[in-house]
């Protein structure tokens, strides 16, 4: 069945987009004369192009997983994950914009690590310039940036081919190439957050960093494929996906936000139980400047899928899944503005209307991506050796 975008979704889209100028306008109107005015526009830049971009890969892990695992019933719901993978092209677009502007400013004084003022009379970050130099780090981004653009394309291309040829040759084919992208972003998925995210509060480190980010990557992917999926599902174009299917993707969304939780515990607890001062100072930071939204972002990811989502009837209805969902998507936006803007702006961070209208810019501009990702393919698999697998899936 081919999809079309419904005018409703079409207006809704626009009208996300719309606002969201509005909102960027009336906040750049207020605070373009502040003095971290730049700093701030910087920051939402990058929030919001990570944060997007992220459920985009998010997505690509869980399509590889799937590959790498054989899973049968996710079968059904194949062309939806890749949907959502398709926005990676649209946000590598997005995160090369925002981090070579952040280059050629010298870092805008959210990676004061590119400032060569700031390093000279700092011997914390020169003992770190080593890795943290503009080259080195644009390597690397460019290496990221460029293996998931191509696991991405060779998924996609062997997806369609499968569509016309059937048999097992490409799907064995992905089999090998999901498991290699697994090793692939188990490395870079840390390594990277380490780069964009981390190197922001430059004299901190954590090891458990970098699985933080990964959790909550892949928490806000599966968010948004069980949101997608009720979506379609409800207008008819998803007859093969079953309450079951619904299930599953209720259970993994239930699933990663717990991991989600217990990693930002272990974090907090480790660095909490040792009291050194150069670690207590990244939470020091955030919990007197931040706290209500810093703890509540753990409490709703934590409570709330414990308490909504932890029956089989709640991972089965479309309303629970929809509340919750939206709900804890909206913390692990939260997560990020705070990774970003507590380490670069400190005290003086606030979420105003550039914050909300750029989310909801980038919001409108991310769901159309997918929508229209939705109308190149059929719905459902065609040769998918597991198709009839998926089909008869019951938990």
Request: hydrophobic share 50%; glycine share 8%; charged share 15%.
């Amino acid at each position: 069945m081919e999809f079309k975008i419904a005018n409703k979704a079409k207006r809704l889209t626009l009208i996300l987009m719309i606002m969201g100028v509005i909102f960027t306008g009336f906040g750049i109107a207020l605070t373009w004369k502040d003095h971290n005015f730049g700093q701030r526009f910087m920051a939402n830049g990058l929030i919001n192009s990570f944060f997007f971009f992220s459920i985009g890969m998010g997505a690509l892990f869980f399509l590889a997983l799937a590959y790498a695992t054989e899973t049968g019933w996710y079968a059904a719901i194949k062309k939806v994950v890749e949907a959502v993978t398709g926005f990676i092209p649209y946000g590598i677009g997005f995160m090369v914009l925002i981090l070579l502007a952040l280059t050629l400013t010298d870092g805008g004084h959210i990676y004061t690590w590119m400032d060569p003022e700031v390093v000279a009379n700092d011997e914390i970050i020169k003992a770190k310039s080593f890795y943290l130099n503009k080259g080195f780090f644009w390597i690397r981004t460019i290496v990221y940036l460029g293996v998931y653009y191509m696991f991405w394309k060779g998924f996609k291309k062997r997806s369609l081919e499968e569509d016309r040829i059937g048999g097992t040759e490409i799907h064995f084919k992905n089999y090998k190439k999901g498991a290699l992208f697994l090793v692939y972003f188990s490395v870079f998925s840390s390594t990277s957050s380490w780069d964009w995210l981390m190197s922001i509060d430059v004299h901190w480190f954590s090891t458990l960093f970098g699985w933080y980010t990964f959790s909550g990557i892949w928490c806000s992917s599966m968010v948004v494929l069980v949101i997608l999926t009720l979506y379609l599902k409800k207008l008819g174009y998803l007859p093969k996906v079953n309450d079951s299917h619904i299930h599953d993707l209720g259970k993994w969304t239930f699933a990663t936000s717990f991991l989600w939780s217990y990693l930002w515990f272990s974090q907090y607890m480790l660095i909490w139980y040792a009291n050194i001062g150069e670690e207590v100072v990244y939470y020091m930071m955030r919990i007197e400047n931040f706290k209500v939204l810093y703890f509540g972002m753990f409490v709703v990811n934590f409570v709330f899928p414990m308490l909504l989502l932890m029956s089989r009837e709640a991972k089965r209805h479309s309303g629970i899944l929809t509340i919750v969902g939206l709900i804890i998507l909206s913390s692990h936006w939260v997560d990020v503005y705070i990774m970003i803007s507590a380490g670069s702006m400190g005290a003086t961070a606030s979420i105003g209307f550039m914050e909300i209208g750029m989310a909801i810019l980038m919001a409108g501009i991310f769901i159309r991506v997918i929508l229209y990702n939705l109308t190149k393919a059929p719905l459902s698999p065609v040769n998918h050796p597991f198709l009839d697998e998926s089909i008869h899936h019951e938990i």
